[in-house]
């Protein structure tokens, strides 16, 4: 071991080696705490030829390989096992923007930049880099792309493997494929970059990637707005696509226990209507046309006040405040991305990331949260997400004073009974936090034999050690 641990050392030197057990702590458990690992080492290495140079060395010595980026993962991807035999491989020093071509609308990235210096670096080149999430503060693009994440903006511009182009990759066996291609169109046999996109690190390791980037929206308007159900939310945004001229960014719906929850734990955050409702939606809308001061013209906040008016009519809309500055419409974004973290000081909870087709939305809803009541009749049901891409965080608070053993007793009749559902509705038991550690079982139990059978096939063709994120999405 001693010999491993200067083999690594003369690869990264002191700077990119982490051995005491303080270092290591952040690396060894995730953002929700649910996994506390071990690892020989934390290896940060800071090129790409470095990441290569380890993996060979792991390769040779048989040493499993946990890659992680900004560790906010959901499912425990990135923790590694509590054996002790792997290593974390942190991608946190690889950190440069390497690109910006502001004429082809593209940017290159190494893997380890946080999500928010991308979007920082697109909107002083006065462009846009449209991945938006809660974390995004401290997950970086290689994560990002190797869960697929998804985030409040997936409607208008799909989800994160929609904004790349190419990629360079790391091998299980240490070699280096640089597929950093800024094709819009590369029909050339088998999609590897679509391969490892998703993967969660079980195929190999992304070192870079060119990222799509589009024009800097320059007319916002958010709109903070009480609906009394989730079928009248489906029929708002329904009509906003129409409404604002194809213009709807966002659109996320809040059932009302989880705003509390923002309002109880996370300090600045404030109420935007005065009355409480059952169920709330926040709605965006972006247009890249600029309104011309003084010249007499219709804004998208002017045209979202007139559709809101309307709706409101249809008794589709309770009650609604439209954001009059940005601090405004960041305030109300804060209750919706601060919903994970109320969530979690207020205690234990059961996450459920799922997805249904829109139209289907009110009817699963109906059905999972009588079936939630039923697993754990004072069960807090906590539902909120990006209702615009059928994705709902349908999650479960744990009664309250009630301890982590106690409530995780009811995690299989709970979680059962609402992917059950789910599936009946032709849906996905994971929408965009992807699989980890935590769903293996439930991808194996609700996908058909055939698919998990090739995607076993892939990770044994390419990964025949099985060292790249062992136990991570598949057992094989
Ligand atoms: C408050 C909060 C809000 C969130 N909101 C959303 C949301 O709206 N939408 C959404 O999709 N997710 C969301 N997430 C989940 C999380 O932020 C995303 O999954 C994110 O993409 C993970 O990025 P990361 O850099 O933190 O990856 P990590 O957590 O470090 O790793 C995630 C997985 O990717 C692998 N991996 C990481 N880097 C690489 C690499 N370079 N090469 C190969 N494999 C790699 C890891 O092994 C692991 O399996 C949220 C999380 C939090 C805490």
Redesign the pocket.
Known sequence: MTDLIERLRAIVSDKGLILDEDGKHPYLTD?RETYLGKALAIVRPATTEEVAAVVKLCAAEKVAI?????????MG??TPHEDGHEIVLS?NRMNRILDIDTIGYTMTVE?GVILKTIQETAAQHDRLFPLS???EG???I???L??N????QVLHYGNARQLVLGIEVVTPQGEVWNGLRALKKDNTGYDLRDLYLGA??TL????KAVLKLWPKPKDVATAWIAVPSPEAAVELLSGAHAASEDNVTSCELMARQGIDFVLDHVPGSTDPLQEKYDWYVLLEWSSTRARRPGANETGLAEKMEAYLGEAMEKGLVLDAALAQNESQARAFWAIR?NH??GQKREGPSIKHDISVSVSRIADFMAEGLAAMKKALPDCRPVVFGHVGDGNLHFNCQSPPGWNKTQFMAYHHAISGAVYDLVVGHGGSISA???I?RLKVEDLAHYRSKVEIDTMRTIKRALDPQNLM?PG?ILQV
């Open positions: 953002w946990v890659p992680q980026g900004g560790n906010t993962g959901m991807g990135g991608l893997a999430l809660g974390a401290s997950c970086t290689g994560g990002n190797s869960t994440a998804g985030g409040v969660e690190g190999g390791i992304i070192t991305e994970s973290e965009e936090h992807g980890g994120n991570k």
